[in-house]
């Protein structure tokens, strides 16, 4: 029987879809910061013991498996960490965009031992999350220019971030839930 488009929105967006704060206090950009600082350990951690058949289950009809969605997650906040540190070191740059679905399509996206990209992701976010602490606020509204969004600052890219990474994770979570028999960790 085939999903609703309910169902399918809910498989898409687990954590709904993406929808940033007018205002964003200090505590709700720690929290976020803090959240990018344990994904790496989350994705580790829901991965650990999966097999190759597992890693290659969809999370949903059509969508990418839990192996590209491992892969892309360094690509994509890799893109990310770079566009931050261009906001914050030039004046409004404009930033390439990427076709992540190509991407996850090449060989290191589609294939290969997720090993290299959970050590990416892990020295990534450990980065990633002390640059965007040491920011003032000054630094947090720098934008940069994204060539689909317009001007995205630095503070709503944190809160994007945080939401792409929970995103991710539930489409992982989802994957497990479905699996027809027990994951052996």
């Given amino acids: 029987m085939p999903l609703s488009d309910d169902q399918l929105e809910t498989l898409r967006f687990p954590t709904g879809r993406f929808a940033a704060r007018s205002v964003f206090t ?18 580790r951690a829901a991965v650990s013991g999966l097999g190759d058949e597992d890693l ?9 498996t839990i192996r590209q969605v491992v892969h ?4 994509s906040h890799m893109n ?5 540190k261009l906001a914050v070191t ?10 992540e679905a190509a991407w996850a399509e090449l060989a290191d996206g589609a294939g290969g031992d997720i090993e290299p990209s959970l050590a990416l992701l892990e020295g990534l976010h450990s980065r990633w999350a002390a640059f965007l602490r040491s920011l003032d606020d000054r ?10 969004m317009g001007p995205v600052s630095v503070a709503t890219a944190i809160q994007l971030y945080a939401w792409h990474g929970r995103h991710h ?17």
């Fill in 139 to 148: 630094s947090l509204d720098r934008t940069y220019l994204h060539p689909e």
């Fill in 72 to 75: 892309h997650l360094p690509d």
């Fill in 90 to 99: 030039s004046e409004a740059p404009v930033i390439t965009g990427y076709d």
């Fill in 169 to 185: 994770l539930g489409h992982i979570m989802n994957a497990l839930a479905a699996m027809p028999r027990p994951v052996v960790r």
């Fill in 26 to 43: 200090a505590e709700e950009r720690a929290a976020c910061i803090e959240e990018l600082d344990r994904l790496p350990a989350q994705i």
């Fill in 80 to 84: 990310a960490y770079i566009r931050c």
């Fill in 56 to 64: 290659d289950t969809p999370y949903r009809p059509g969508g990418w």
